[in-house]
């Protein structure tokens, strides 16, 4: 494919994107979404959401009400119409089917671009998707956005959500805050990348700041068009249990001695949870997808795979114990529930 400039468009080309619309921008990480692009003041943001939705939208966005588990797809075309990017966000647990509806919408739209919501695990990494059970999913968005040729995907890989994780009980992080409980999975020492709320927010938005194509042909700043077809690779920290445990010490001022530690292996963790999974019991899950990350081939540590795109677009260094401490709030004020 030709490369795109901007000096070579028609008249009236704007080189930057200024329409975006967002699915499920009432929940936690579309909400992070949304306020994070309505911070940069330059996206007008549509939300589409079901006429029956009690979700509260952030301040500022436009909203158009969909059925979109229905079956007319007019009316959803109808609300993307002019949009430049789609923004999916949802529970792991959505039905499959609706994403491929809002793909195929977005598509005989014209919307150029679609995050298809996906926000979490290295895509490109088979074994961890095949053993999280994330790879149907992934498989069934590509192959849906394949069929067209005139709508891109973007793919965010953040990893687990850090605050969400660290607070959510022992089946993630293997923390529980409220027995003061730890289990170390193994030595402790297996390292992954994680991600928090905020940073995923700042990162699509800044995604969606940059220009869309090149100036010219000696343009080499970072443009929307690079990512297209491809994934945004993001960190907040590169950390392995027992960093996180130390943090933990810090901000509670604890020891070990404070502490229940126990020991267990992560592959008979995941073994046992993937089998009960495999047999329906979906409870389960959450401990399947986050035991498989601390194998000891470290499949969550990307960074030492690849280069991140924190610097591309231009995310800040956070500090690990100051977000220790919002999840540590967040989970003795049981505030963190459902799936990553």
């Not at 991600?195 to 927010?201: A, H, I, L, M």
């Not at 690079?226 to 810090?250: A, C, G, H, P, W």
Request: one cysteine or more.
């Amino acid at each position: 494919m030709m490369k795109k400039y901007a000096k070579d468009q028609p008249h009236g080309f704007s080189n930057r994107i200024s329409r975006v619309a967002i699915v499920g921008a009432g929940g936690t990480m579309g909400r992070h979404l949304a306020e994070a692009l309505l911070k940069t003041g330059r996206h007008v943001l549509t939300a589409i959401t079901r006429p029956s939705s009690t979700n509260i939208l952030p301040e500022g966005m436009h909203v158009a009400r969909v059925d979109y588990g229905g079956d007319d797809d007019v009316a959803l075309i109808e609300a993307m119409q002019g949009q430049q990017v789609l923004i999916i966000t949802m529970a792991v647990t959505a039905p499959r089917g609706t994403i491929n509806k809002l793909i195929q919408a977005a598509s005989k739209a014209g919307v150029p671009y679609v995050l298809p919501n996906w926000f979490g695990h290295d895509n490109a990494n088979n074994s961890l998707c095949d053993d999280s059970m994330l790879s149907p999913g992934r498989d069934s968005i590509l192959a849906e956005m394949n069929a067209f040729q005139n709508t891109s995907y973007i793919f965010l890989v953040c990893n687990f959500w850090y605050e969400f994780s660290l607070g959510g009980g022992s089946d993630r992080f293997g923390f529980d805050f409220k027995t003061r409980s730890f289990i170390q999975f193994d030595n402790g020492n297996v390292p992954f990348n994680t991600s928090t709320w905020p940073q995923c927010g700042r990162a699509i938005a800044n995604l969606l700041s940059l220009k869309e194509i090149p100036d010219h042909e000696a343009d080499s700043s970072p443009t929307l068009s690079q990512f297209t077809n491809s994934s945004v690779y993001i960190s907040s920290f590169r950390v392995n249990q027992l960093d996180m445990f130390e943090s933990v010490k810090r901000v509670t001022g604890t020891t070990d001695k404070d502490w229940t530690i126990t020991n267990e292996s992560a592959e008979q963790r995941w073994r046992e949870a993937h089998a009960a999974v495999q047999q329906g019991n979906f409870r389960e899950f959450p401990r399947q997808l986050y035991s498989r990350m601390f194998f000891p081939t470290a499949d969550g540590d990307y960074q030492s795979r690849r280069e991140l795109h924190n610097k591309s677009l231009d995310l800040p260094v956070e500090s690990l114990d100051e977000y220790t401490a919002i999840a540590i709030k967040m989970a003795e004020n049981d505030e963190i529930v459902g799936h990553h």
